[in-house]
């Protein structure tokens, strides 16, 4: 790999990884916070109403950071990646273009209402502000990831003799048959997200014996959309997300299980490390026949392993690529089993004076980014070698003009302001959490 793709793939990666910590918590937050507004037109109980306004705030700071970090990163598409910015816009600028013009503008119109409106719309108009949030950022993630989804299995497109890649089905496009399962994985992963973020604080207020009231309602929210959530993830999303990366991207799940050779009954691997040079997984514990079930619903159905595709279709990166997968996983695992312990105690009455379990569910605030973070990894470094699988090598999409060295000053110069926007972002919520909500 030339220094200078490099660069530019490592400057992307670091710059949509940094935003994508944002929006997860938003669409996550968006429809807890609806929730919230629901049960307190609902019931009357002005103390839900207090419960919404503390996440609106937080909600807030978060939706600016999406906005501050998002901005310089599609710009990357004409500045690093100008090739397949020429090659492809006509298609990617479709939904792009959708995003910021209907669901950005959605969501960050009624964002303002919801913070400053309560007075003037009422009750049930600031309910509606509150769906229109969640309706604007939910549409969001749905054009990313139709977009996401397009580069992943390409559809409804036409290729003229210059390489110009022209868009022929708007319908095609948008109902890609990738898309479907990829958005709910990935709005589900959203709500995890927020899910645990807002158990962990309620469950910090319950430890520190502060606003209780406010602290058993956000645990017991929270662990209540987590567990559905966790569930969720697992089955249906996840398993049929896996069969669109069995059937469409061969090699990509080949790499993801560590299966270098085709085999009848696959098995699953629960640990161990993928050896390209010698085509093996060392100290591999392992579940016989289970890939083959999972994927083809046959104990004994033929997994096509590495062995079955040419070098040039590889992954670019096969270790990497099997250990983000493997965390993902694992860290969904463990994301059922807290929220479902935590469940089981919540409807046995224990949950609140369980601090052992209190605590587990604070600490583990961070993991859903983590395994966020880790899912996005697994899809982007699947697709590799392909930008645009089977249509355009990432090594002909990059600006054929930006040196490396160009790139890795703007990167540089990326990490000293994306810290500092960390501090602000850390510092602006830790101040709303040692305020807590305002009492009903």
């Known amino acids: 790999m030339n220094s200078a793709l490099a660069v530019h793939r490592l400057h992307f990666a670091f710059t949509i990884t940094f935003h994508y910590i944002f929006p997860q918590l938003t669409m996550g937050l968006a429809l807890l916070i609806f929730v919230l507004k629901t049960i307190a037109l609902r019931t009357g109980n002005e103390h839900y109403n207090s419960a919404a306004r503390f996440w609106t705030k937080i909600f807030a700071v978060n939706f ?9 990163m599609e710009f990357q598409f004409g500045t690093n990646w100008s090739r397949f910015s020429k090659a492809a816009g006509g298609v990617v600028g479709q939904t792009l273009a959708l995003e910021g013009v209907y669901s950005f503008f959605l969501e960050s119109t009624f964002l303002g209402l ?7 719309l009422g009750r049930i108009g600031h309910c509606f502000a509150a769906f229109f949030v969640f309706l604007g950022s939910w ?6 990831i139709a977009t996401n989804a397009w580069m992943q ?7 003229r003799p210059d390489g110009q890649i022209d868009l022929a089905s708007f319908h095609a496009l948008i109902f890609n048959p990738w898309t479907l399962w990829q958005y709910l994985h990935n709005m589900i992963g959203s709500v995890v997200t927020g899910s645990f973020v807002m158990s962990s604080i309620g469950a910090f207020y ?3 014996r502060r606003h209780q ?3 058993r309602t956000f645990v017991r929210l929270g662990v209540t959309a987590g567990s559905i959530a966790s569930l969720l993830m697992i089955f249906p999303t996840g398993d049929s997300q896996g069969k669109n990366v069995a059937f469409h991207q061969p ?4 790499a993801m299980e560590g299966l270098f050779r085709t085999v009848e009954g696959a098995p699953i691997v629960l640990i161990g490390q993928p050896n390209p040079d ?3 997984l060392d100290n591999p514990l392992i579940v016989p026949n289970a890939l083959s079930l999972l994927t083809y619903r046959r104990w004994k159905a033929e997994v096509k392993g590495l062995d079955a595709f040419p070098r040039d279709q590889w992954p670019d990166n096969i270790p990497l690529l099997y250990y983000c997968y493997h965390i993902m996983v694992g860290l969904g695992t463990i994301f059922l089993a807290i929220m479902g312990i935590a469940s089981l105690q919540l409807l046995r009455g224990r949950l609140y004076e369980s601090r052992w379990l209190l605590w587990i569910i604070m600490v583990a605030a961070p993991f859903p980014y983590i395994a966020t973070t880790a899912g996005w990894l697994t899809a982007e470094l699947g697709r590799q070698p392909w930008l645009i699988y089977g249509l355009m090598r990432t090594a002909t999409g990059v600006s054929p003009r930006v040196s490396a060295g160009n790139g890795l000053f703007t990167l540089i110069g990326f990490m000293g302001m994306y810290t500092v926007l960390a501090i602000l972002f850390l510092w602006l919520v830790y101040r709303e959490i040692e305020h807590g909500p305002e009492e009903a």
């Open 139 to 144: 549409l969001s993630g749905f054009f990313i």
């Open 251 to 254: 090699p990509t799940l080949a």
């Open 114 to 120: 919801l913070v400053f409106g309560e007075k003037l």
């Open 206 to 208: 319950l430890l520190s």
């Open 153 to 159: 299995h390409p559809v409804g497109y036409r290729t």
């Open 278 to 280: 010698t085509m093996q």
């Open 64 to 72: 600016a950071m999406g906005v501050v970090t998002g901005i310089p």
């Open 213 to 215: 009231a406010f602290g």
